[in-house]
């Protein structure tokens, strides 16, 4: 059984990357219109990584719906924990697709697409959806993915992959020199362009799709990792008896085993544990007649 895992480190997962952090500079040079188209292509690209991200996730679930319904007392427990994962994972993505809507109707008015903003260089819009003092809503988005982070960095033993995850998901403020005093919130929103708050907020949503699928194929691959997994069909001939007088009969029972060549069990005959070598197979000498 294998799952499906998302690759960080592919070109075009690169490629985006670097392309928000080539973008993120410029705006802090010059807000020109092309920078602010910049921001579109971008966004365009998340979108794509997003909708791959979500179909790759969708197969991995289903798989583990099949696998639960063939087997219910064995799988029961990985998809609970799938089911919450992606719970999780749609409240936060669905939250800040929100959060965008606001955002796009506070530059543009109520009728306002976020695919196809209008004011793209509102600085405004942004700051008074996420940092406004009493309703501001960037330190419950701050607080919110430092719980999602929590919860799918637990369901990963890869040290690495909890890494990524984590640094993906991360709210540490960006440093900046001279500037130590500001929040994650500020330091993303404040006069922040509504082209690139959106853009920022995609690349979030980007991140959580990446996360739910590295958790989901990890989920799936722990339903069977106990198991031992068959890769070899071998005839074997089991006789009632090894001697055989004559004019008696001879009886065996042929059947098919199937053995796993890459796991050996560990078999203890009298407290002795038997040398792998022997694979399985039992020796003894006799010290009398009759033993």
Do not use: C
Request: glycine residues 6%; negative net charge; without cysteine.
């Amino acid at each position: 059984m294998a799952g499906i895992s998302n690759n960080p480190n592919s070109p075009r997962q690169r490629m985006i990357n670097l392309m928000y952090l080539v973008f993120i500079a410029m705006m802090a040079l010059n807000v020109s219109s092309e920078v602010l188209d910049g921001f579109e292509l971008v966004e365009g690209s998340l979108r794509t990584s997003i909708d791959n991200s979500s179909r790759r996730n969708k197969i991995v679930a289903d798989e583990m719906e099949a696998y639960y319904k063939e087997n219910p007392q064995k799988v029961g427990e990985w998809v609970m924990k799938a089911r919450e994962v992606k719970n999780a994972s749609d409240s936060l993505y669905n939250y800040i697709q929100d959060l965008k809507d606001r955002i796009a109707k506070m530059a543009d008015g109520e009728d306002a697409n976020v695919n196809n903003i209008e004011h793209k260089d509102d600085l405004e819009a942004a700051s008074r959806i996420m940092l406004a003092p009493v309703k501001g809503e960037g330190k419950r988005l701050r607080e919110k993915i430092d719980q999602y982070r929590s919860m799918m960095g637990s369901h990963i033993e890869d040290s690495v992959k909890t890494a990524v995850l984590e640094a993906n998901l991360s709210t540490t403020a960006p440093y900046k020199p001279g500037i130590n005093t500001r929040s994650w919130e500020e330091a993303l929103f404040e006069n922040m362009p509504v082209a690139a708050a959106i853009t920022l907020l995609t690349k979030i949503q980007s991140d959580i799709r990446y996360a739910e699928g590295e958790v989901l194929s990890n989920l799936l691959n722990s339903v069977d990792v106990g198991d031992y997994r068959v890769n070899q069909i071998t005839a074997q001939v089991i006789p009632e008896s090894q001697i055989v007088m004559r004019g008696s009969q001879y009886k065996a029972n042929i059947v098919l085993s199937a053995v796993d060549s890459t796991k050996r069990p560990t078999i203890y005959v009298n407290g002795k544990e038997l040398p792998s070598e022997n694979k399985g197979v039992f020796i003894a000498s006799t010290g009398s007649a009759g033993t």
